[in-house]
């Protein structure tokens, strides 16, 4: 019996040494406050439910599965809202895309691609949208942006 506690304290301090490790490198990271920079984080409630259900008794099994009940709860909120937004943004895309597309049809619209050219120009080409690509941003005049929250600027032909 002796060996068993005394190998379950040596198990607890392990885990919680690595629920501070993988703590101390989510914390250290300056861009911490951006989910997509520390993506080690989902371990975190992960391992803490795992070491809840490693030791026995019903109140750390409740912790975890306290835990595990509020993860799915959070993932279904932000998935809902995720979507919501998504379709939402996706049904102003197509319709402003489909606007350019008509608009092209008379003569090329001079675009600034940015860092997403290759996807941005596979999307104009789908889409029948005729442009004239602009290599700089300094060369894009009066640029105004075609989606909401993108890089992509239709520039203003000083014509």
């Not at 049809?105 to 080409?125: C, M, N, Q, W």
């Amino acid at each position: 019996m002796a060996k068993k506690n005394g190998g379950s304290g040596l198990a607890l301090l392990l885990g919680l040494s690595c629920l501070d490790l993988l703590l101390l490198t989510c914390v250290i990271n300056p861009a911490s406050s951006l989910a997509r920079f520390v993506p080690q984080m989902w371990l975190f409630p992960l391992m803490a439910v795992m070491l809840a259900y490693r030791f026995p008794g019903p109140w750390l099994r409740g912790v975890g599965s306290f835990i595990i009940g509020t993860l799915l709860v959070n993932n279904l909120l932000v998935g809902i809202t995720y979507f919501q937004y998504n379709s939402q943004i996706r049904r102003v895309y197509q319709k402003r895309l489909k606007k350019m597309a008509g608009k092209s049809a008379e003569k090329p619209i001079p675009v600034y691609f940015g860092h997403f050219r290759t996807s941005s120009t596979l999307r104009f080409d789908r889409l029948g949208i005729r442009y004239r690509m602009i290599e700089k941003k300094e060369d894009c005049p009066g640029g105004k942006r075609i989606l909401p929250d993108s890089i992509l600027l239709e520039c203003v032909s000083p014509e």
